[in-house]
């Protein structure tokens, strides 16, 4: 599962492929749509959760309350089957699934909507392998750092000023991301903690100056 884009996505995934999926873009209801979305997909799929072997959940970068919903929610699952729960970067899944599914070979760079016109980003070699760590930029000022990139992603529709070369997917889909796990795992590799990768402080924040009032 990932939250961490405007993308609810939910997936099951057999060790080999996907056998249900369910994803829904909308960025204010990552909160509602998430357990109808995995109750969705086990019904598609004909199993039910204590069928679960493991959970991988995209770790973000994204904005603070819609990613801890994911993350939050996989922890439960974790918790509640006693089963492991990996992390995946979600600029990962994208990278993953622009070469699974449009040919994309690299090198190339993946973009997400950071809001504050800003972009949460990453670079690619190919669809498997980052060549950094992902960072959050306005978009024009990484511009021509990325000259002559296909930029995959929101970020780069958003933008297009600054990334003219825009490819798909646009947003995320749990199916890349157990896909990616999958590969990762059966390659002995580790895979991150669930941990969220916020990149920033989240908007809302407690004033600095405030007025502490006690009784008298």
């Known amino acids: 599962m990932d939250t961490a884009t405007p993308a609810v996505t939910v997936a099951l995934h057999d060790g080999a492929s996907v056998i249900a999926s369910s994803g829904q873009v909308d960025a204010r209801r990552h909160g509602e749509l998430l357990l109808p979305a995995v109750d969705r997909v086990l019904a598609e799929a004909g199993v039910k959760l204590d069928a679960v072997t493991g959970v991988v959940v995209g770790v973000g970068p994204g904005p603070y309350t819609g990613l801890r919903v994911g993350l939050v929610t996989a922890a439960t699952f974790g918790s509640a089957l006693a089963v492991p729960v ?33 972009v ?21 000022d990484i511009a021509e750092a990325l000259a002559g990139l296909p930029v995959v992603g929101q970020g780069a529709v958003l933008y297009p000023e600054a990334f003219p070369d825009a490819r798909g997917p ?29 990149l920033r402080r989240p908007d809302a924040q407690v004033p600095k100056n405030y007025k502490v009032v006690t009784p008298k």
Not at 88 to 94: F, P, Q, R, Y
Not at 97 to 103: I, L, V, Y
Not at 182 to 197: D, T
Request: glycine content about 12%; charged content about 25%.
């Open 86 to 118: 990996h992390g995946i970067c979600t600029l990962d899944g994208l990278a993953y699934a622009a070469g699974q599914e449009g040919g994309l070979e690299g090198p190339f760079a993946v973009a997400t909507d950071a809001r504050r016109k800003e």
């Open 170 to 198: 646009e947003h995320v889909a749990a199916g890349a991301l157990a896909g990616l796990a999958a590969e990762r795992l059966a390659a002995g590799q580790e895979l991150l903690e669930p941990q969220p990768l916020y």
């Open 120 to 140: 949460y980003w990453a670079r690619y070699e190919d669809a498997r392998t980052r060549t950094g760590d992902p960072a959050v930029d306005r978009p024009a």
